[in-house]
Every structure is written in structure tokens, then in C-alpha cells.
């Protein structure tokens, strides 16, 4: 099931493509590690074993569909507003999906007497570096608060979507807008009010982070409600639509990647909440359109 845009002019201005740019060295994932989790666990579900252990074979996404390398902004512009192109490249429907997204929070914030800042969507292969450390296609999609940058490494995202269980486009949609979720947390100033709480709180770090990751869940159901609603450069959202993307917000819950790959649950190492809260914290923000409807810290 595809994504219905109200128009399908991309614009890709906003858009920092180091594809082909890898660097080389090590693949340790830095200070981002939380934000980073969600996408680690989905690794996990996918392939099992030990984090550490995964390996994506080298140059998987130079192969990947809608993966062009070495493109310049003009080019890649150009590509993307080509007939179709939404359908056919995941790279232009992820610029898109954030597209839209800029016009919806840019708008809200507005409307709400705040200032709004547009984040970075950075397309990589191999390895790159970042503010919140290196990162490498093993890591698939993050959010990193230094940079204000969302990070996605597309031979992987495509991997995520053919094994993932989560079928449909609208699963990269509620990916993306998660990611975007925690930009806004981020300009909001709950980011790092957060991280300073588990510092002084260490024992109940992972609560924290629980919390942080349900309000992206949340804010990405308010995208979705608030891009449905719009008259220019919205979606039109079905209900398989929402289907996908809860689907996808239940299949990266702590109990289910654990349960696939300990064979048990145990909630005292979760960082990102159940299948259920993820879930209903979706829909949470979906069925209000209201950012107010997300405190997930009560
Ligand atoms: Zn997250």
C-alpha cells in the first residue's frame, strides 16, 4: 500500500547526501545510543544473535532499489520530481515523508507561538561520522540531537522492509516521522532535559528513555493526523495505512525483540516500551492531532 501525497513535487534542499562518502575505520556507535536503539533492536528481530555479531554483507546498499550514488543536488532533485519517483525511490518518498513533515510541524509550532528549526536528513552508505559518534549500515535510521540530523542508511531500510513483517510504505512513513519526533524533543527542550534526568537518576535511565521513545511514537501519530488534514502537500491516509504503521510501532516493542531473541521477556531492559504502549501511544497521538496528548513522563 502506497503513500497518497497531495502533490508530489519533492524538494530535496534540505537534504545532506553523503552516499558514497563512507569512511573508513571503526563502527562504534557513540553518546546517540538511545536514539539510536530503536533500529539495533530491529536488526535484532530480523537476524537474531548478538548486536555485535550482524554484519549487513559489504556494498549491500550500493545494490538497494532507489539507491543512487554520487548524484549531485541537482541531479538527485531532478530524479526525484521525475514521474513516479515517489513510488519508485525510496530515497525521494523518505525526502518526501519529510517534506511534508516540515510543513506540518513548521505550521503547528506556529500556530502554537513557537520557534520551529527544519532538521538535516542525511542519506549514507558504509559508515559515517556524526555528532553523536560513527555510524555504520548495521545502525539503520537515528536521530542525532547534536547535528539536529536524521540519519538513514537506505540498503538497509530496504532490508527492513522486506523482512521486517511491518509490510507497506507507511511502516518508512512512521519510521521517519518517529526519527522527527525526537527533533522535536529535541528543539522543544525535553531532549535534554531527559538525558540530564537519567545522569542524576541512572537507576531509573531506562524509564526515562522508555518515555522519550513513546512521545516520538505519539508525535509521529500526531504527524500523521495533522499531514491527513492538510489541503496542500498532506497525505491521504487509509485505514492500511495506519494498519502498517501500527504494525510496524508493535513490531520494534521491547517484549516482542525480546521474546524472538532471548526466548524471554524482561521488562527491567527495556528502553523502548512494549508492542501495547507503542501501540497505543501512536494511536494516542493519531486520534487527538495534539502534541498536548503525548506527555508519556506522567
Ligand atoms: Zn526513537
Known sequence: MGIEF??????????????????????AIGGGAGVVGLIIFVIVTLLGGDPGQLQLPAGQGDQAPGQVQGETAEELQARCNTAGAIEKYTDCRLIKVVNVADDV??????????????????????????GCGAASAQVGPFYCPPDQEI????????????????????????????????????????????????????????????ALELQADCYAGVWANLADKRAENGINLSEDNIAEAVNAAQAVGDDRIQQKVQGRVDPEGWTHGSAEQRRTWFLTGYRSGDIDSCNTFQ
Open 6 to 27: 497531495d502533490d508530489q513535487r519533492v524538494d530535496v534542499s534540505g537534504v545532506d547526501d553523503r552516499r558514497g562518502r563512507g569512511v573508513g575505520g571503526g563502527v
Open 105 to 130: 510541524w513548521a505550521d503547528e509550532f506556529k500556530r502554537r507561538g513557537l520557534s520551529f528549526e527544519t532538521p538535516r536528513l542525511a542519506f549514507f552508505t558504509g559508515q559515517t561520522t556524526t
Open 151 to 210: 540519519f538513514f542508511e537506505l540498503g538497509f531500510l530496504e532490508q527492513l522492509q522486506q523482512q521486517f513483517g511491518a509490510q507497506g510504505t507507511f511502516a518508512q512513513g512512521y519510521i521517519a516521522a518517529h526519527e522527527y519526533g525526537h527533533h522535536l524533543q529535541t528543539i522543544l527542550g525535553t531532549e535534554p532535559k531527559v538525558r540530564a534526568a537519567q545522569q542524576r537518576d541512572p537507576s531509573n535511565a531506562n524509564a526515562y528513555s522508555i
